[in-house]
């Protein structure tokens, strides 16, 4: 039994675990199209990079990954699994390039491995809850993102921010990389997307289902572009 005051504790803890930039899933190796936009000129400064990210983060997370991975908590909270195997289809479904599609199903798979190898299965839920459905073959990351947030009893609302924040993160470090960009450049985006960033996750627990679906035709041009660039730090 957990002593009284610290699930809570245990609960953000994990969520920082499941969020940090060191957490063993390969998620440094993919730049979601970013990469492609250096190369093109479409982003060449920490300006024209905040405008790429606020875009992304509007017409794609908000759309897309953040109002799904809400659907997909509630799903893994009420033991739904046609519901949690349906949300991970519709996601597969959305990524418009191979690379993008290899992306999720690589960093699921990744996610699945580690978390197996910590032992965080169903029996580690509190005393008194039943079991939760099997995962579905091959999920995408978002699916083991909100089964992980599950387990660890991560609340909703936490378990999207941390999300978005370590996308955001995980957008910053690429543009470290390859734009380049300083890292205090770096953090002056921070401090620019933070309120954006809970927004967008206000906006993702707004939205019907008939609402849904990303409209970032700039970001599948240049993944798919990046599949054939001549230089690459990237795998998408």
């Known amino acids: ?71 997909l908590h509630a799903a893994w909270s009420e033991g739904d699994g046609a519901a949690i195997a349906a949300w991970d289809a519709w996601l597969a479904a959305n990524r418009e390039t191979a690379e993008l599609a290899a992306e999720d199903a690589r960093l699921g798979a990744a996610l699945a491995r580690l978390l197996g190898s910590l032992a965080l299965l169903p029996a580690d839920l509190p005393e008194g809850e039943p079991a939760l459905p099997a995962l579905p073959a091959g999920a995408g990351y978002v699916t083991l993102f909100a089964w992980a947030a599950r387990v660890r009893g991560v609340p909703l609302r936490p378990a999207l921010l941390g999300f978005a924040w370590a996308w955001l993160e995980n957008q910053l470090a690429v543009a470290c990389k390859a734009l380049p960009l300083g890292h205090t450049a770096a953090q002056r985006l921070v401090e620019r997307l933070r309120p954006a960033l809970v927004a967008a996750v206000d906006e993702a627990l707004a939205l019907p289902d008939d609402a849904l679906g990303p409209a970032l035709p700039g970001l599948a041009l240049a993944s798919a572009l990046h599949e054939t660039q001549y230089s690459r730090l990237f795998r998408s």
């Not at 993919?30 to 060449?44: C, H, K, P, Y």
């Open 1 to 71: 039994m957990t002593p009284t005051g610290q699930g809570d504790d245990l609960a953000l803890l994990g969520l920082l675990q499941l969020v940090s930039p060191a957490l063993p899933i390969g998620a440094f190796a993919f730049s979601q199209g970013l990469e492609s936009a250096f190369e093109l000129g479409w982003v060449n400064d920490e300006a024209s990079l905040g405008d790429w990210l606020e875009g992304v983060l509007e017409d794609g997370l908000t759309r897309c990954e953040l109002p799904a991975l809400a659907r």
